[in-house]
């Protein structure tokens, strides 16, 4: 685990910035985005450029930080192969997961932003302790589930025993890094709640594992009834809102870190 106060001493990396300067970068940042969307949060809040890696799909330079960002699919078990992959094309200094959940504490409605202290594998997996930036407080529990949970006999157990929200990948992310003994973090701005019954089985089943739509199964779900779309136009609305909050307040954070 992460010692707090420790400062590893990696080597320093000669950058082009976007003004076409070479900048010399001290730190490595990972930022992980569990869907496509997210991403194209990641994207616009940190103005990054295309990198068709092997690894990563976008990088850049933020001052004196050094950003690479990828997506590693949903689900724990995607999020655990995907920071295997990046951590091995490292070093970095930090990982951050940035995207959205769900919100379970009353005091989480859709549009806000929790960065967790804690993450668990739902039910009963490991506890681990998150490493927040410097600038960053962490508060509140996050739940990484296998699959959605709509189900009030299941999501309410979770709230009752601390956690505020939901997430997929969290908990699979900190298990490689706690491994590696990188720093990590999580950022997630909250989408939807199972309370307000906006996503069902239903309406999760039309994304793919890396979260773009399945048109084939939105054109067959939307044939079915129609009234369906503005449901679906608000939902989106909603994720776009959350990730685009997760993403700021993520290069935010980074842009505030002393050089």
């Known amino acids: 685990m992460t010692l707090p106060g420790r400062r590893l001493r990696l080597p320093r990396y000669p950058s082009v910035g976007h003004d076409g ?26 103005g990054l450029k295309r990198d068709d890696g092997e690894v990563f799909s976008h990088s850049g330079i933020m001052g004196q930080w050094s950003v690479a960002a990828c997506v590693t699919g949903m689900g724990p078990t ?30 989480l409605p859709v549009g806000a932003l929790m960065v967790p202290s804690q993450v668990r594998l ?39 025993s601390g956690f505020g929200a939901v997430d997929m990948e969290a908990a699979g992310v900190a298990e490689v890094c706690e491994a590696a003994d990188v720093a990590w973090s999580v950022y997630r701005g ?35 009834d129609p009234r369906r779309a503005k ?17 700021e307040a993520a290069f935010s954070d980074l842009l505030q870190l002393p050089t």
């Open 190 to 224: 909250i989408s939807d709640r199972p309370d307000e019954h906006i996503v069902d089985q239903a309406v999760f089943a039309l994304g793919k594992a890396d979260g773009s739509a399945d048109m084939v199964a939105v054109a067959k779900y939307l044939a079915r």
């Open 231 to 247: 449901a679906l136009a608000h939902l989106n609305r909603c994720m776009e809102l959350a990730a685009r909050m997760a993403a």
């Open 21 to 46: 300067g070479v900048s010399i970068t001290t730190k490595r940042v990972a930022v992980l985005a569990p869907m496509r969307p997210e991403l194209k949060a990641v994207v616009r809040a940190g």
């Open 122 to 160: 739902y039910p009963d997996g490991p506890l681990y302790q998150s490493h927040p930036l410097p600038t960053r407080e962490a508060a509140g529990r996050l739940m990484t589930t296998d699959g959605l949970f709509s189900d009030d006999d299941i999501w309410r157990p979770i709230l009752e």
């Open 78 to 107: 995607l999020a655990r192969a995907a920071t295997e992959r990046v951590l091995a094309s490292g070093p970095f200094d930090h990982v951050m997961v940035v995207g959205i959940a769900g919100g379970l504490d009353p005091a």
